[in-house]
């Protein structure tokens, strides 16, 4: 939640002119996202997102996020589009910032997701990691297990704060997924989508109508996408399991997207890794946000529970699969 | 800059099927009012604002102040418009909060405030001021004079933090004012919109398209409202007052309601109580906001320099005007 920037009227009038979509009626700094300013454009033909980038994003990265966007929206996938302004460039500049103009789209992220939300969610992700096959850039996951002890190593001394013996459960299940996490190539791989928690899911009558903020995305295992939305989405606010819903969301994507052996097989590896992943992440802000700051960070301990239910987990059976699909 | 409460798809679908707009396609959250949840909501007919009423806003003033709206829409005041429910309510509850739908209302504030902005503002304040002549309810202005030195009293101790000398300034200030306002019903009033800062003020193409955050609405003398334009609107970021802006804003609104000898004569006066008033309420958010709350308060000492400004004028020609219309 956050709008960081401020832009002028007059700034904004001269952006959307290079662009083909009349003048600007309204624009509105939206809650969404945290990483950037993100308001919502309303011009004579329509509404729009305008994102400027904040520093938490790296420049270098815009060209592959945004032609990542253009490339799956050109398949069917429903994503924001990147508009091209005058110059044929989907990114531009404003207030200072980059800034890019992309497509609204319509549809509410579900607070309480359903097997039905699941299955859809599964569906849409088999179809994203197929149509991102031929896209020709790429861009490394840096928040995998390469760069998992380095984030260790900056929370440790004070991990046990937040949990006492949480620090040597971290080194000692970090050495376990160091040593088995397979190699790059290793299972079927593509462009993945890196954060697909329910806020970046839109549904509208049920169906799911919409893929947002790809800022995350990388191209690494399809089988680690999928880890995090069983992460996300399959477990109830009580900590238990839901095994539907995770049945739902893995058979809807073998649907569209046959699974190999190995990857079944990997299941529980990659759901122990994602879940260090965001452990590791949520436990960094909460020790590094000040107490009175009014974003409240996320509970790491969260993370650890999950991570703890997938190292009990014998075979992909325990999410609703059986070994050879 | 705000959303405080989140709303649940479900909840806000079953809302929303109370009005006759049609179902809910998004509903975002927006940076617009500090005091409630603001959300833009779109439905199968159009744009909505969304508001959900927070611990600020006393719930007892919502029926003058939505009921005020709806009163200024159906005399053409560019104002939202509050909906009715199937019961015609315009006040519902949604998140455990009372809650309201109103009209959307195109345009964007001006970041750098024109003569031309000020001449429209001037028309608008006095339509408004015309409008409100019939509105059966009044609401006591809670930020007046009666309410200032109580103000002071919780931050005189550490106002010389803010400024060295500040503290004795505003106590002697405060009696000259007390001294010289005028008593309720010595001037011409009546409802009032009282913060009509350039960003609740909207303009569609240098037309003025909207009023809105009527929140701090009540009845009290017209030219308190106008003092309040003239710091808001008239003074340069350098903290030079610009006499044009203000000729513009004063002569635009006489045209369209005139003034009393009195109310000119007064003026001065109200300019500087209106100083006051925001230089105590924003001396108090200085001195009580923590340091790193991502919320930075307003500087108090604008209000000063407004205030020694106003204090060294002598009649309204100091704004443009001739003492008489």
């Given at each position: 939640m956050a709008v960081y920037t401020e832009v002028s009227d007059d700034d904004l009038t001269a952006f959307v002119a290079?662009?083909?979509?009349?003048?600007?009626?309204s624009c509105k700094g939206i809650?969404?996202?945290?990483e950037n300013s993100n308001f919502l454009l309303t011009t004579e033909t329509g509404s729009f997102i305008l994102t400027l980038y904040e520093?938490?994003?790296?420049?270098?990265?815009l060209p592959f996020f945004l032609g990542l966007l253009a490339h799956l929206a050109d398949k069917d996938v429903p994503c924001p589009t990147p508009l091209a302004n005058a110059t044929n460039e989907i990114l531009g500049r404003l207030s200072d910032r980059p800034a890019a103009i992309v497509s609204f789209l319509d549809g509410m992220w579900p607070r309480r997701p359903t097997p039905e939300h699941c299955a859809e969610l599964g569906r849409a992700i088999a179809h994203m990691h197929l149509a991102g096959a031929d896209f020709e850039m790429s861009r490394a996951n840096n928040l995998s297990v390469g760069q998992w002890r380095g984030l260790l190593d900056q929370s440790r001394d004070r991990s046990d704060e937040v949990k006492p013996g949480l620090a040597a459960f971290l080194d000692e299940e970090l050495s376990a997924l160091e040593a088995d996490w397979p190699a790059a190539g290793g299972l079927p791989s593509g462009v993945i989508h890196g954060d697909l928690f329910p806020d970046n899911v839109f549904f509208q009558d049920g169906k799911l109508s919409g893929l947002i903020d790809?800022?995350?995305a990388c191209n690494d295992f399809f089988v680690y996408d999928l880890a995090i939305c069983l992460n996300a989405?399959?477990?109830?606010?009580?900590?238990?399991?839901?095994i539907t819903k995770a049945r739902r969301m893995l058979t809807a994507y073998n649907k569209v997207r046959d699974f190999s052996t190995d990857e079944l097989a990997a299941l529980p590896l990659m759901a122990r890794g994602v879940s260090m992943r965001f452990l590791l992440t949520r436990l960094y802000d909460w020790l590094n946000?000040?107490?009175?700051?009014?974003v409240t960070p996320k509970n790491p301990l969260e993370y650890y529970e999950k991570l703890r239910f997938h190292q009990g987990v014998d075979g992909p059976g325990a999410y609703g699969l059986e070994a050879t699909p």
């Open positions: 290079g662009y083909d979509i009349g003048a600007p009626r809650a969404e996202g945290v520093k938490r994003v790296n420049t270098d990265d790809f800022y995350f989405w399959c477990f109830e606010p009580d900590g238990s399991f839901n946000t000040p107490k009175d700051a009014l």
